[in-house]
């Protein structure tokens, strides 16, 4: 089992877009495939099933006693499952403030789950979810749009992303690469891309996902760009990023059972 | 309230209280239990009254009005109100939809509005909700849902196992086929016409009288 927590403290750069495709791409290579919501937001949620803050949730796991089996929901794509979020986890950072070993309780829930693969949807934030989600993975995924502003964040974020990992103890969490994504083939474009190239060289993926407004209609027909337009630009962008963050994750990783969050 | 007149201040003031409550439930699992509790406790009239006076109503811990005439159901606080334009009607308001609602050529994105049916967890169970809802709560039910649930049913439920609702099939055709599907599901299995035996037709007996 692999688990990647997709994330950027940026919103609007493609985090759901990629959560749920990316998914749906790995499910189509044969895998079981589980995504967690957890961003309060619930757009993953709604991408896959068409319901808007469903409860039961993501929040019971983390907060009470219920399990990851009793919030599991089949989705609009075989093959892969959901455990949905809902906008109570907008308010988690408080609830969860006072409580022990906060960050481990989503890779605590996880544990012994049998999916190929979970793909954990992050907010716009670095609070306790994408503490939880990074606790919980064993690679990152960092999607960015070629916008001025999110190159500026860039350095911040992986150096955040690096810390979390030293202050959380999770030695084998690692940065599995940077998807540029809405990518524009034009003369900015193609110049911002060429920044990005020089700075992070191999942490960028090869895959470029365009924008491409197929992959909003998806989204409108709860779909994934997969199922919706698999021969379009977007479509063989996020099968290709399937067989990259296969090859990237690489094979069974190490089980939680012998990460610090086994033992606690 | 009839379809053409404008909602009353103190109905548009219900409304709202409504929709104050209904948020109050969706962040309260204990206070959606006890307003479920309540709910299912009180007997549900023909004409539920109005509370006497709505301007003093507050939201209130426990509910202090009976919340009639809304069915139970296992997830009340399933569906939030995203947007709703101040423009719209109150009873528009509370209808449950996800359909974009189209007043004009322009775009507009969908307003989510309202309760969903009760539509369970992960893929919809159509047989289920004609078993519960009928004809009319299974079409509700499906009217929420996009192309992407409908195919889902249509796959999880083997709706169509010869395939005959291609990539091209409409919205519209997806819920008929589903609805069709519930129906004949739900069908008593047709009775075997007995075959009369030889020898013994009725008139014979009348001959024999």
């Not at chain 1, 006693?65 to 986890?89: F, M, S, Y």
């Not at chain 1, 700075?199 to 197929?214: H, S």
């Not at chain 2, 994105?109 to 909700?129: C, E, H, K, Q």
Request: charged share 25%; proline share 8%; net charge neutral.
């Amino acid at each position: 089992m692999t688990a990647i927590c997709v994330a950027n403290n940026k919103g609007g750069v493609g985090k759901t877009t990629t959560v749920v495709n990316l998914a749906a791409g790995l499910a189509r290579q044969g895998h079981t495939v589980l995504v967690v919501d957890a961003d309060g937001q619930g757009n993953a949620t709604y991408a896959l099933t068409g319901r808007i803050h469903p409860v039961p949730s993501l929040y019971d796991v983390l907060v009470d006693k219920t399990t990851i089996q009793q919030v599991l929901w089949t989705t609009n794509e075989d093959n892969v499952w959901l455990v949905p979020g809902d906008a109570r986890l907008q308010n988690i950072d408080v609830e969860l403030a006072a409580r022990a070993g906060r960050e481990w309780k989503l890779a605590k829930a996880l544990a012994g789950q049998t999916f190929d693969y979970i793909v954990i949807d992050t907010p716009p934030s670095l609070g306790v979810l994408t503490q939880n989600a990074l606790a919980a993975a064993h690679g990152v995924v960092v999607p960015i749009s070629l916008t001025e502003f999110s190159l500026i964040g860039m350095d911040k974020l992986l150096a955040t992303i690096d810390d979390l990992g030293q202050e959380l103890d999770i030695p084998d969490l690692r940065l599995l690469g940077i998807l540029v994504t809405f990518f524009e083939d034009n003369k900015l474009g193609r110049e911002t891309y060429g920044i990005l190239e020089k700075k992070f060289e191999e942490q960028l993926f090869a895959t470029v996902v365009p924008k491409n407004v197929k992959l909003e209609e998806a989204h409108r027909r709860n779909e994934s760009i997969l199922a919706f337009a698999p021969n379009g630009p977007a479509g063989q962008a996020y099968a290709e990023l399937a067989r990259e963050v296969k090859k990237r994750a690489g094979a069974e990783q190490t089980p939680y059972s012998r990460r610090r969050a086994g033992a606690r | 309230m009839p379809d053409d007149a404008a909602p009353e201040p103190h109905e548009q003031h219900f409304v709202r209280w409504l929709r104050a409550l209904a948020d109050a439930v969706e962040r309260d699992p204990a206070l959606a239990a006890r307003v479920q509790q309540e709910a299912a406790a009180t007997p549900v009239s023909d004409e539920p009254a109005l509370p006497p006076d709505l301007a003093t109503l507050t939201v209130p811990d426990e509910p202090a009005v009976p919340i009639a005439p809304a069915a139970p159901s296992e997830t009340l606080v399933e569906t939030v109100e995203l947007r709703t334009p101040a423009s719209e009607p109150a009873e528009a308001a509370i209808t449950p939809t996800l359909r974009h609602t189209r007043r004009s050529s322009r775009y507009g994105p969908p307003s989510v509005t309202g309760r969903a049916a009760d539509l369970g967890t992960g893929i919809p169970d159509p047989f289920a909700l004609y078993a519960t809802g009928g004809e009319d709560g299974l079409r509700r039910a499906l009217d929420t849902l996009r192309i992407g649930s409908l195919r889902a049913i249509i796959r999880a439920h083997g709706i169509d196992p010869q395939g005959k609702l291609g990539a091209g099939a409409t919205e519209k055709r997806l819920m008929s086929a589903i609805i069709a599907a519930a129906k004949r599901a739900s069908a008593p299995p047709p009775r075997t016409p007995r075959t009369p035996r030889k020898g013994t037709p009725r008139t014979q007996k009348a001959e024999h009288k």
